[in-house]
């Protein structure tokens, strides 16, 4: 039998609404709570799969370290701390006034380039600009000390 020879309408021998709507009201609310406390652990559980994805992809790129990157941190850190003990050695006697300025122009800039290193930790250029402004900062400082 061809397609076309099929007839394009079919009426149904009976109605089915009334049964349809006869099985969606003949719920109970006992029924209706039982499915609900069947229903509450599978929804519990899919939310703490979903909340425990969120969590390990939050913290994921964080266990993926680039081993450069990591090594070029450590050398900022340590230069960083080399910088700090040598300003720390130096006497603690008020600066000349007039150096006031340059030192705090410094110190900015240490903070901006140890920013963009965040940003950029291949950076060897900044690197190198930090332990600049370092060795600028620690030659002014004592320059000031000695007149």
């Given at each position: 039998?061809?397609?076309?020879?099929l007839?394009?309408?079919?009426?149904?021998?009976?109605?089915?609404w009334?049964?349809?709507?006869?099985?969606?009201?003949?719920?109970?609310?006992?029924?209706v709570?039982?499915?609900?406390?069947?229903?509450?652990?599978?929804?519990?559980?899919?939310a703490?799969?979903?909340l425990l994805a969120?969590g390990?992809?939050?913290?994921?790129?964080q266990?993926?370290?680039?081993?450069?990157?990591?090594m070029?941190?450590?050398q900022v850190?340590?230069?960083?701390?080399?910088?700090?003990a040598a300003?720390?050695?130096?006497?603690?006697?008020?600066?000349?006034p007039?150096?006031a300025?340059?030192?705090?122009?410094?110190?900015?800039?240490?903070?901006?380039?140890r920013?963009?290193?965040?940003?950029?930790?291949?950076?060897?250029?900044?690197?190198a600009?930090l332990?600049h402004?370092?060795?600028?900062?620690?030659?002014l400082s004592?320059?000031?000390m000695h007149?």
């Amino acid at each position: 039998m061809a397609l076309r020879q099929l007839p394009r309408t079919v009426q149904p021998t009976r109605d089915l609404w009334p049964g349809i709507a006869a099985r969606i009201g003949a719920g109970s609310p006992a029924q209706v709570r039982a499915l609900r406390r069947r229903r509450l652990p599978h929804l519990a559980l899919a939310a703490s799969i979903a909340l425990l994805a969120l969590g390990v992809t939050r913290w994921w790129p964080q266990a993926s370290v680039d081993p450069q990157a990591q090594m070029m941190q450590q050398q900022v850190t340590a230069m960083t701390r080399e910088y700090d003990a040598a300003l720390a050695q130096l006497p603690q006697a008020a600066l000349p006034p007039v150096l006031a300025p340059g030192l705090q122009a410094l110190d900015a800039s240490a903070v901006q380039i140890r920013r963009a290193l965040q940003q950029a930790p291949h950076s060897t250029r900044l690197i190198a600009q930090l332990q600049h402004t370092y060795a600028l900062r620690l030659r002014l400082s004592q320059r000031g000390m000695h007149g």
